[in-house]
T-cell receptor, first 111, second 116 residues
Framework: SQKIEQNSEALNIQEGKTATLTCNYTNYSPAYLQWYRQDPGRGPVFLLLIRENEKEKRKERLKVTFDTTLKQSLFHITASQPADSATYLCALAGGYQKVTFGTGTKLQVIP | NAGVTQTPKFQVLKTGQSMTLQCAQDMNHNSMYWYRQDPGMGLRLIYYSASEGTTDKGEVPNGYNVSRLNKREFSLRLESAAPSQTSVYFC???????????????FGPGTRLTVL
């Protein structure tokens, strides 16, 4: 069955460092991959989308890579700030399939 | 421009009671979705509506019904609530239909439902 894995352990990093979150998937051939941010008590907010034929996408301090051979996406936040603390969800979709979400990784940026 | 709105924000039900969760979007989006989010399980799709007049089952549809009232509104009904339906429910909308490239979803604030 299709499976999306995100590190369930919280990621703690020092302010100013680069945070790297991982999304791995199996039994899936997604056409595109999305990353969302979710703050406590709120709905997810879309951040970035990357297509299967793209290796990398950037938006301000955010960078996403997509390796369809490794079946993995990496999400980077450079010069991290305490305001970046949140749970980050990856989501995949392919063909006419609906978007499937991972369980998310909680990021804590320590001042 | 309110985006996606959901009512109510909180609800407590007794087992066997029924209720309807309301969702509306003002972005003229074609597709709308209902998810539930449980600890350790992530977001799971209950039902979706690719366009006005159509609805389809998602991953966990049992115990739920939906109505796409018009392009703006998509409601979720629990006919006979069970404790297993205790969860946070999110409504979302997207401009394109499921599976189309760039199907960015916009989420509402959620409804926190407890079934006793």
């Amino acid at each position: 069955s299709q499976k999306i894995e995100q590190n369930s352990e919280a990621l703690n990093i020092q302010e100013g460092k680069t945070a790297t979150l991982t999304c791995n998937y199996t039994n899936y051939s997604p056409a595109y991959l999305q990353w969302y941010r979710q703050d406590p008590g709120r709905g997810p907010v879309f951040l970035l989308l990357i297509r299967e034929n793209e290796k990398e996408k950037r938006k301000e301090r955010l960078k996403v890579t997509f390796d369809t051979t490794l079946k993995q996406s990496l999400f980077h936040i450079t010069a991290s700030q305490p305001a970046d603390s949140a749970t980050y969800l990856c989501a995949l979709a392919g063909g006419y399939q609906k978007v499937t979400f991972g369980t998310g990784t909680k990021l804590q940026v320590i001042p | 421009n309110a985006g996606v709105t959901q009512t109510p924000k909180f609800q407590v039900l007794k087992t066997g009671q029924s209720m309807t969760l309301q969702c509306a979007q003002d972005m003229n989006h074609n597709s709308m979705y209902w998810y539930r989010q449980d600890p350790g399980m992530g977001l799971r799709l209950i039902y979706y509506s690719a366009s006005e007049g159509t609805t389809d089952k998602g991953e966990v549809p049992n115990g739920y019904n939906v109505s796409r009232l018009n392009k703006r509104e998509f409601s979720l009904r629990l006919e006979s609530a069970a404790p297993s339906q205790t969860s946070v429910y999110f409504c979302a909308s997207s401009r394109m239909t499921p599976g189309q490239g760039g199907n960015e979803q916009f989420f509402g604030p959620g409804t926190r439902l407890t079934v006793l």
